[in-house]
């Protein structure tokens, strides 16, 4: 189901009620009445929207992923200084897009909750789990960006009336989440089948595939802990790998953007929308650097290479998506340090990875492997102890899932052959995240949150940006975007809760100390 398709049936069901409430106003509890209040409306369409709601649209996509996220962990490079988060300067709407466009989806969220209690309503116990799923993922997100955050209230105003929820700290945030999504998992039940699976855009009613999403999400947050509370991490690790993670590339939780019906990939909006390179970016030199083999643990060129990447001329004519025309942008360039005509570099491919219709993917099969491969160096994988195994089948999948681009499959061979060029044995925490680092290009959120959790790459360590009106300290990178500047006044509980300085520099509770790296036993 497209987000046209989802909309126009929420029309359907919410212009009868709007009529309703217009025609008969003889009668006080119909004025009273607020005919927009969505609680009439049947649950199992508002969960077919929720992930429409959950995917970037371009004002947060291009603020939050791109202009910081992906700018921050080096994915991509600016060709404007106006692109604050870019140098770590403060612009406060770039900054708390994210914010903005996502805490009001909850009360969607929770008003589905609230619809499907189990105990009240055990048919919609799948579809009561699935809304605790995606409540998780977009308040991980959300935690991780900004730090303190209200999560247990969150969202609560439409059906509790708590407009002003109280904030939580990480330390407790991350327990919590991994509690709902062990509650979640075990509520998702097979043999209920009252859920239409059109109204179902990540797994099409597979409740399997909803179990190891669970699962899986539950290993990325308890691995996010690993370098705070190692045991409570350990635990959730190990949790998760028993329950059942991703299994293959066909598990992957991704929303397919139909740009025919209307739905648009927020990020390929950006890319899109604005012609003659309007939107201010290139491949940043680190990233394409470590594609070339110029720098990480390969010396061979990246067969992806050419599908992250092309270049494009000032009409946004395709110019060359040859490897060897694929040069990167510098990080932090100063306006006048911009070369004379930066479309001599390269840009994020627009028939694959930036096109309207581009699939935006929320977590990869390659992801969980690249975290059972850590699992495995810190002795932690109850089922295997092969991290390289895990470290190799990271890399073949995150080079086959690029299909789901539009992109032409990668042949084994290639794949085969840039593995061969790897350092041989047991794979180093650096050569894990490395390659976690590539696979999540354009997913800068969960690239720049590895990077504050370990240090790595190192490439992108080394190479911090030190600019003119820096809101952090010189060769530190920003640590959290920070929140708006009307939450003091609109909730009360702001000040009590947030406890966190309202810095970009504020490192995050599980987050690594400047400049250090993660250890495992001792070494990387």
């Given at each position: 189901?497209?987000?046209?398709?989802?909309?126009?049936?929420?029309?359907?069901?919410?212009?009868?009620?709007?009529?309703?409430?217009?025609?008969?106003?003889?009668?006080?509890?119909?004025?009273?009445?607020?005919?927009t209040v969505a609680t009439d409306i049947e649950p199992g369409l508002q969960l077919a929207n929720i992930?429409?709601?959950?995917?970037?649209?371009?004002?947060?996509?291009?603020?939050?992923?791109?202009?910081?996220?992906?700018?921050?962990?080096?994915?991509?490079?600016?060709?404007?200084?106006?692109?604050?988060?870019?140098?770590?300067?403060?612009?406060?709407?770039?900054?708390?897009?994210?914010?903005?466009?996502?805490?009001?989806?909850?009360?969607?969220?929770?008003?589905?909750?609230?619809?499907?209690?189990?105990?009240?309503?055990?048919?919609?116990?799948?579809?009561?789990?699935?809304?605790?799923?995606?409540?998780?993922?977009?308040?991980?997100?959300?935690?991780?960006?900004?730090?303190?955050?209200?999560?247990?209230?969150?969202?609560?105003?439409?059906?509790?009336?708590?407009?002003?929820?109280?904030?939580?700290?990480?330390?407790?945030?991350?327990?919590?989440?991994?509690?709902?999504?062990?509650?979640?998992?075990?509520?998702?039940?097979?043999?209920?089948?009252?859920?239409?699976?059109?109204?179902?855009?990540?797994?099409?009613?597979?409740?399997?595939?909803?179990?190891?999403?669970?699962?899986?999400?539950?290993?990325?947050?308890?691995?996010?802990?690993?370098?705070?509370?190692?045991?409570?991490?350990?635990?959730?690790?190990?949790?998760?790998?028993?329950?059942?993670?991703?299994?293959?590339?066909?598990?992957?939780?991704?929303?397919?953007?139909?740009?025919?019906?209307?739905?648009?990939?927020?990020?390929?909006?950006?890319?899109?929308?604005?012609?003659?390179?309007?939107?201010?970016?290139?491949?940043?030199?680190?990233?394409?650097?470590?594609?070339?083999?110029?720098?990480?643990?390969?010396?061979?060129?990246?067969?992806?290479?050419?599908?992250?990447?092309?270049?494009?001329?000032?009409?946004?004519?395709?110019?060359?998506?040859?490897?060897?025309?694929?040069?990167?942008?510098?990080?932090?360039?100063?306006?006048?340090?911009?070369?004379?005509?930066?479309?001599?570099?390269?840009?994020?491919?627009?028939?694959?990875?930036?096109?309207?219709?581009?699939?935006?993917?929320?977590?990869?099969?390659?992801?969980?492997?690249?975290?059972?491969?850590?699992?495995?160096?810190?002795?932690?994988?109850?089922?295997?102890?092969?991290?390289?195994?895990?470290?190799?089948?990271?890399?073949?999948?995150?080079?086959?899932?690029?299909?789901?681009?539009?992109?032409?499959?990668?042949?084994?061979?290639?794949?085969?052959?840039?593995?061969?060029?790897?350092?041989?044995?047991?794979?180093?925490?650096?050569?894990?995240?490395?390659?976690?680092?590539?696979?999540?290009?354009?997913?800068?959120?969960?690239?720049?949150?590895?990077?504050?959790?370990?240090?790595?790459?190192?490439?992108?360590?080394?190479?911090?940006?030190?600019?003119?009106?820096?809101?952090?300290?010189?060769?530190?990178?920003?640590?959290?975007?920070?929140?708006?500047?009307?939450?003091?006044?609109?909730?009360?509980?702001?000040?009590?809760?947030?406890?966190?300085?309202?810095?970009?520099?504020?490192?995050?509770?599980?987050?690594?100390?400047?400049?250090?790296?993660?250890?495992?036993?001792?070494?990387?």
């Amino acid at each position: 189901m497209t987000r046209s398709t989802s909309l126009a049936l929420l029309l359907a069901l919410v212009l009868p009620f709007l009529t309703a409430g217009c025609d008969n106003l003889t009668d006080v509890t119909d004025i009273n009445e607020d005919p927009t209040v969505a609680t009439d409306i049947e649950p199992g369409l508002q969960l077919a929207n929720i992930p429409l709601e959950v995917a970037d649209g371009r004002f947060e996509a291009w603020r939050a992923n791109l202009i910081h996220a992906s700018c921050i962990t080096q994915h991509l490079a600016s060709t404007t200084t106006a692109w604050s988060g870019c140098y770590y300067t403060l612009t406060e709407s770039y900054n708390t897009a994210y914010w903005g466009a996502h805490f009001n989806e909850l009360k969607d969220v929770e008003d589905v909750l609230s619809k499907t209690n189990p105990e009240e309503n055990p048919q919609r116990t799948n579809m009561h789990a699935m809304a605790t799923i995606y409540r998780v993922f977009v308040l991980h997100r959300m935690t991780n960006l900004y730090g303190n955050i209200p999560y247990e209230e969150a969202g609560k105003g439409l059906t509790e009336g708590n407009f002003n929820p109280a904030y939580q700290p990480v330390s407790e945030i991350y327990p919590a989440m991994i509690a709902d999504l062990q509650e979640a998992r075990g509520q998702l039940d097979p043999s209920i089948s009252t859920l239409d699976p059109t109204r179902d855009l990540l797994f099409a009613g597979d409740i399997e595939k909803w179990r190891r999403f669970a699962n899986s999400l539950i290993l990325r947050i308890g691995m996010r802990m690993s370098e705070v509370d190692a045991n409570a991490a350990q635990s959730a690790v190990q949790d998760a790998l028993n329950g059942g993670v991703m299994q293959s590339n066909d598990d992957i939780a991704y929303l397919n953007h139909v740009a025919a019906n209307g739905d648009r990939n927020g990020v390929g909006e950006v890319f899109n929308d604005f012609p003659g390179g309007g939107h201010a970016f290139r491949m940043s030199k680190t990233f394409m650097d470590m594609l070339r083999g110029r720098t990480g643990a390969s010396s061979a060129t990246d067969p992806r290479i050419n599908i992250f990447s092309a270049r494009y001329d000032e009409n946004d004519n395709l110019v060359s998506d040859d490897p060897a025309d694929l040069e990167g942008l510098e990080n932090g360039l100063q306006a006048e340090e911009f070369p004379s005509n930066t479309f001599t570099r390269a840009q994020p491919h627009r028939d694959y990875m930036v096109s309207y219709s581009s699939p935006e993917i929320w977590m990869s099969y390659a992801e969980v492997k690249f975290l059972e491969a850590e699992a495995a160096l810190r002795g932690w994988h109850p089922n295997s102890s092969d991290a390289r195994a895990h470290y190799e089948e990271g890399i073949r999948a995150a080079m086959k899932h690029l299909t789901i681009y539009g992109a032409p499959e990668i042949p084994d061979a290639e794949i085969t052959s840039y593995i061969s060029s790897l350092p041989s044995g047991p794979p180093s925490l650096e050569e894990v995240i490395e390659q976690k680092w590539i696979a999540l290009f354009l997913n800068g959120y969960e690239a720049w949150a590895e990077f504050r959790r370990t240090g790595y790459p190192d490439e992108v360590r080394t190479n911090v940006v030190n600019a003119p009106a820096s809101e952090t300290p010189q060769d530190e990178f920003p640590g959290r975007l920070i929140y708006p500047s009307n939450e003091s006044l609109l909730n009360p509980n702001f000040e009590e809760g947030s406890t966190q300085p309202n810095e970009m520099a504020t490192r995050l509770w599980w987050a690594r100390d400047p400049g250090e790296t993660a250890t495992i036993g001792g070494g990387s």
